[in-house]
């Protein structure tokens, strides 16, 4: 049998690196897209951005591998599949309407704790083994968003903002428990029927309050929002997380919650308030040095 020689393999492993970094600066520039929209609406904005997601995801795996295939692997997804789905449908949505009650910087800071979080509670729930090293960013992380979360207690920032980024961290852990305890889920058919299922859901609550019409400015940014920023976002993740190890994926992974609040601020004079900043900085370096850690163990 034939192997990769080193030359390849290391190859492999940049290709792979730079795609999964790509995709984190690209899902970086949400927040960014999402302050460019002028829909009050959060339901429409949901709509039209989980449509223009569900249809480039979509045309993305049928061009990758063929129809037959794509149809297969929507099939294959079972129960554990549907539960991703529904995870991401929720998460995705929570992250719009969050938009209009908090800052950037609030959502993707907190959001970078989700693989500790996801390991609290696949220890919680199936009783898998945490590491000394683990429990202890965990409790980094704990205490880091509480701190972000104490302002909604003294009116600070909104509690419903905080209440929904919050929602999101714990969601998506729980997305990453149910790929982990099911390794014949793919991420690609999951998130496209989340993002059907997310369509289908606000195009409904937004035509009982409003419409669906947007104007021709948010019309842009919305296709921007669902294909370029979600949609293409996902496509070089999927396609780089297969050549790196898991705990690299995920340490470059973390140039998505810092560059996000970096890019609002820049573009529209977005700042964090101070406990954002203090809690989201805990919470990075915990996530930063626990993964290095990982990395380190796992080459050895």
Known sequence: MNSASPSQHVKSLKVGAFLVAGSAITWSFGGTIARFITEESSWTVVFWRSVF??????????????????????????????????????????????????????????????????????????????SLGTWLAIAAVIAGVAIMVSQSFTGEVSAIGDGLALLITIIFSCAIVITRRNAHVRMMPAVCLGTTMAAIFSGAMALSATSLMVTPHDFFWLFLFGAAN???????????????????????????????????????SEVPTRMTIIGGTVICLALLIHLLLELRRSRA
């Open 53 to 130: 997601a569900a249809l480039f995801i979509l045309a993305f795996m049928i061009i990758r591998n063929g129809l037959p295939e794509t149809v297969r692997m929507f099939r294959a997804m079972g129960l554990a599949g549907l539960g991703v789905a529904t995870c991401f449908a929720i998460a995705s949505t929570s992250f719009v309407v969050a938009l209009a009650y908090t800052t950037v910087a609030n959502i993707m800071l907190m959001q970078a704790g989700v693989p500790l979080i996801a390991a609290l509670l696949a220890y919680v729930l199936f009783r898998e083994k945490v």
């Open 230 to 268: 979600l949609g293409a976002g996902l496509a070089m993740f999927v396609t780089g997380v297969r050549a790196i190890p898991a705990a690299l994926a995920a340490l470059i992974g973390t140039l998505e919650p810092v560059f996000a609040p970096l890019w609002v601020w820049l573009v529209h």
